[in-house]
T-cell receptor, first 117, second 111 residues
Framework: GAVVSQHPSWVICKSGTSVKIECRSL??????MFWYRQFPKQSLMLMAT?????????EQGVEKDKFLINHASLTLSTLTVTSAHPEDSSFYIC?????????????FGEGSWLTVV | GQQLNQSPQSMFIQEGEDVSMNCTSS?????WLWYKQDPGEGPVLLIA?????ELTSNGRLTAQFGITRKDSFLNISASIPSDVGIYFC???????????FGAGTRLTVKP
C-alpha cells in the first residue's frame, strides 16, 4: 500500500521552544493531509486539514498560531508546535489522502511522540 | 468532529475465537475504512470499502459496507495473539470527504 512517513518519530524539547514535525507521502501525491493528536488510550483527534498551496483549515478549539501548518508541496506537510509547553506533550499523527488508484483512501504516518520538558 | 459509534469498546477473547466489531452513524457515508493501531505507532489501513453492500476480505479479516451506508462491521476469524491492538473505523462523507473516526475497539487475545 501507499506509504506516509513522519519525522521525527520522537522528540524531546524544552518548554518555550518550537518543534517541527514533517509528514511525507512517499509514493503518491497528496493535495490534502491531516494532522491529529492522540492521548493515551483515546481515539484520534483531528487538529487541522492541510491543503497544498493554501491555508490549513483548523478544527474548533485548535490554536492556529500555536500549531502552524505548512503544505508547501504535494508530498510534504509540516506541523510546527510553537512555544511548546508540557501540556503539548502528545502523540501527533499525520495522514494523507491518495486520490489516485487507491480510490480516495487515507494512509497514516507512523506518528511522532513529542515530550516537552 | 463528531465521532462514529463504534462497539464494543474492548474485547478479551481466547486465541482461535472469532471477533466482530461495528460502527454506526446517523449520517450516510461514501467510504468506510478500517484501521489497526499498535501501541506507539500510526494506524495501518486494513480494509477500504467504497460501495454500499460491499463485502471485502483481507486474509482473516472481512468487512462490509452497510446497505444503508450508515454502518460497517469488521470480522476477524480464528484470532491470533498478534491481532492484539486497537481497531478504528473511519467514514468519509460529503463533497469534501470529511472524515470521522470511531472511538476504537481495544482487542486483547489470550493465548
Amino acid at each position: 500500500g501507499a506509504v506516509v512517513s513522519q519525522h521525527p518519530s520522537w522528540v524531546i524539547c524544552k518548554s518555550g521552544t518550537s518543534v517541527k514535525i514533517e509528514c511525507r507521502s512517499l509514493d503518491f501525491q497528496a493535495t490534502t493531509m491531516f494532522w491529529y493528536r492522540q492521548f493515551p488510550k483515546q481515539s484520534l483527534m483531528l487538529m487541522a486539514t492541510s491543503n497544498e498551496g493554501s491555508k490549513a483549515t483548523y478544527e474548533q478549539g485548535v490554536e492556529k498560531d500555536k500549531f502552524l501548518i505548512n503544505h508547501a508541496s504535494l508530498t510534504l506537510s509540516t506541523l510546527t508546535v510553537t512555544s511548546a509547553h508540557p501540556e503539548d506533550s502528545s502523540f501527533y499523527i499525520c495522514s494523507a489522502r491518495d486520490m489516485g488508484n487507491s480510490g480516495n483512501t487515507i494512509y497514516f504516518g507512523e506518528g511522532s511522540w513529542l515530550t516537552v520538558v | 468532529g463528531q465521532q462514529l459509534n463504534q462497539s464494543p469498546q474492548s474485547m478479551f477473547i481466547q486465541e482461535g475465537e472469532d471477533v466482530s466489531m461495528n460502527c454506526t452513524s446517523s449520517s450516510i457515508f461514501n467510504t468506510w475504512l478500517w484501521y489497526k493501531q499498535d501501541p506507539g505507532e500510526g494506524p495501518v489501513l486494513l480494509i477500504a470499502l467504497y460501495k454500499a453492500g460491499e463485502l471485502t476480505s483481507n486474509g482473516r479479516l472481512t468487512a462490509q459496507f452497510g446497505i444503508t451506508r450508515k454502518d460497517s462491521f469488521l470480522n476477524i476469524s480464528a484470532s491470533i495473539p498478534s491481532d492484539v491492538g486497537i481497531y478504528f473505523c473511519a467514514g468519509q462523507k460529503g463533497r469534501n470527504n470529511d472524515m470521522r473516526f470511531g472511538a476504537g475497539t481495544r482487542l486483547t487475545v489470550k493465548p
